[in-house]
């Protein structure tokens, strides 16, 4: 028997393909939509495609956000994907200015559209870089290669307050930016690394022998 | 220059892999879809696309399968088009495994369903499909139901109105040069990137490495291949080669 990693389902993404990367790399998976299932959880994980306000609202709507704050409190691992590590910070302003769950200090910002040669939205792999803050090495990301590639798929980009919250950055044009973040036992990746390639699977590997 | 994807490109029909010409004529390979599929992973594909080139006509559970198997074994995104007619389409194809899909006939026909399935699932996930072919006064004009009819509309100005609707990428395929092995078509490439904002996979004609160059060269966010990698004629290694020995960055 594998870890047991939770997955939340909240509305906002297709989990097969998530599933089936943690699956891959040993995790039993179970998809979780209550609150008591995000509180006894081992290993969580939030997901999400869509916009910002959206995916709070739909957290919200479930009575997810409070049981989520006490995981994250209690020190257990919380990885956050996509729109799921955005929701992290403590706000975004995509479309309207919305609370997130604030547990990375900072925002979520769109991505600038004047950076030639680099579309909106950014649909793309990156190479992703450790920003030599000492945090790389005892991460997710121990065993990347520094400059492996993630596949990435965004319009906004979040900006944590505090740069040792920055785990990772890649490069959109001129703007550097998290394509990582952790904070203590919550990480977050901009990038999907289920769709990653082998460089993806590790990195979920290592979240569950985190 | 941002990092250019090189995307493999599988029609199907029934749970066959088929090439043809110009979108017709098919021909069925050897091996089953999902087997080609893994092999192009392993060999370091940043994508893929599954085209429904008969969906009308076929049960459509072959295709939601084939894209089910290969959530198992390859972990990269997968685009799936061929016969969406609706945002219920659009649903169980994501639901079967797809990240996004891509939309040809129904957005000719009902334009719309471009903004629906952008609103529901995001932009990210509405790729338009447009298949071009040059008319004989030189103009690229759209065609539908895999190139067998034809619109007057506008190729350039059709991409326009699809990023205006809420597409979020455009697979651009070029029907006379689809299937030729004769290089792509670097002008109607050209000039679609050039007026919309949004990436572009070019796709068609493919057939050495020198073309994904070209095409990158001619605006192109990522390149689609097909025939060519089917049949053993190039392979993933040497197109990502030739792009890195002449300055463009890839996976």
Known sequence: ?210 | MSPKRLIARLDIKGNRLVKGIHLEGWRFLPKHPNEYCYEYYQHGIDEIIYMDAVASLYNRDSIKEIIRKTTENVFIPITVGGGIRSVENAYEILRSGADKVAICSQAVKTPGIISEVAGKFGNQCMVLSIQAKKNVEGRYEVWYDVARERTEMNVIEWAVKGEELGAGEILLTSVDAEGMEKGMDLELISRVSEAVSIPVIASGGLARPEDFVKAVASGADAVAVAKALHYGKVNIEDIKNKAAENGISTR
């Open chain 1, 1 to 210: 028997m594998g870890k047991e990693v939770s997955i939340i389902d909240y509305g906002m993404s297709n989990l097969l393909s998530i599933s089936r990367a943690f699956e891959h790399v040993g995790a039993t998976v179970h998809i979780i939509e209550k609150p008591e299932e995000v509180r006894n959880a081992d290993y969580l994980v939030l997901p999400g495609v869509g916009a910002f306000p959206d995916g709070m609202k739909e957290l919200e709507a479930r009575n997810l956000v409070g049981p989520i704050q006490e995981y994250a409190a209690s020190g257990r691992p919380l990885m956050g994907v996509c729109l799921g590590m955005q929701m992290l910070l403590t706000r975004g302003f995509e479309y309207i200015e919305t609370n997130g769950l604030g547990l990375i200090k900072g925002e979520v910002l769109p991505l600038p559209r004047d950076m030639k040669g680099f579309k909106v939205p950014n649909i793309n792999w990156h190479r992703t870089y450790d920003p030599g803050k000492g945090n790389w090495k005892d991460s997710i990301f121990r065993e990347t290669e520094n400059g492996a590639c993630f596949y990435f798929v965004h319009s906004y980009y979040a900006k944590p307050d505090h740069e040792e919250d920055v785990l990772a950055t890649s490069q959109f044009g001129d703007l550097v930016f998290a394509a990582a973040v952790k904070r203590n036992n919550v990480s977050g990746t901009q990038f999907h690394p289920e769709k990653s390639g082998d460089a993806g699977l590790e990195l979920l590997k290592n979240f569950m022998d985190t």
